[in-house]
């Protein structure tokens, strides 16, 4: 199981988008819809943003949405906001009922 | 409202073994998949392993095959992951983290994370 690939960083401005990509292979983003998106602030536990692809947990802004195309997913952050300068992961199945993170992505709202 | 609480900051000698409890509340125990999840200092995230307590049988991952053990005590509502042979590299924080649907098969989808634990190696 190798850790799924994004960017070291990203960086935008107030109210502009980003993308995040996150490369894996046909065994595990490629395999399923099972691709889950973790923010994480400096000093705090990880927070679930997305999951299945592209399903938002209830209290998560419509800013946040996710994609998927073979085996690359993408998270998109539309409107950036101070708040949402963090660390963001990926996490995918990856067979035989495990996970697998991506090494993070870290977003500087400029 | 689910809570993990976590046990407390460990210091350990390279060689040895660590056990980290996460205790949960305010919902039921067994249904529901926790998986350990680590974080090296300055690193990413790591899955590590999970378990779905009514069905006892944990799935871990490759690197950390051999070395770690997770377990449930449905009784207490507590998850329980212990790494052995540690070595410097295994400083980090480790958290459990639970998922919000009730499934058959652990999935990398975590609702609800324990506060971490620090584990520190160091002779």
């Known amino acids: 199981q190798s850790a799924l690939t994004q960017p070291a960083s990203v960086s935008g401005s107030p109210g502009q988008s980003i993308t995040i990509s996150c490369t894996g292979t046909?065994?595990?983003?490629?395999?399923?819809?099972?691709v889950s998106w973790y923010q994480q602030h400096p000093g705090k536990a990880p927070k679930l943003m997305i999951y299945e692809v592209t399903k938002r947990p209830s209290g998560v802004s419509n800013r946040f949405s996710g994609s998927k195309s073979g085996n690359t997913a993408s998270l998109t952050i539309s409107g950036l906001q101070a708040e949402d300068e963090a660390d963001y992961y990926c996490c995918s199945s990856a067979g035989n009922h495990t996970s697998v993170f991506g090494g993070g992505t870290k977003l500087t709202v400029l | 409202q689910v809570q993990l609480v976590q046990s407390g900051a460990e210091v350990k000698k390279p060689g040895s073994s660590v056990k980290v409890s996460c205790k949960a509340s305010g919902g039921t125990f067994n249904n529901y998949a926790i998986s350990w999840v680590r974080q090296a200092p300055g690193q990413g995230l790591e899955w590590m392993g999970g378990i779905i307590p009514i069905f006892e049988t944990p799935k871990y991952a490759q690197n950390f095959q051999g070395r770690v053990t997770i377990t449930t005590d449905e009784s207490t509502s507590t998850a329980y992951m212990e790494l052995s042979s540690l070595r410097s590299e295994d400083t980090a924080i480790y958290y459990c983290?639970?998922?919000?649907?009730?499934?058959?098969?652990?999935?990398?989808?975590?609702?609800?994370w324990g506060q971490g634990t620090l584990v520190t190696v160091s002779s």
């Open positions: 046909s065994s595990d983003v490629g395999s399923d819809n099972l």
């Open positions: 983290a639970r998922e919000s649907k009730q499934t058959t098969v652990l999935t990398p989808i975590f609702d609800y």
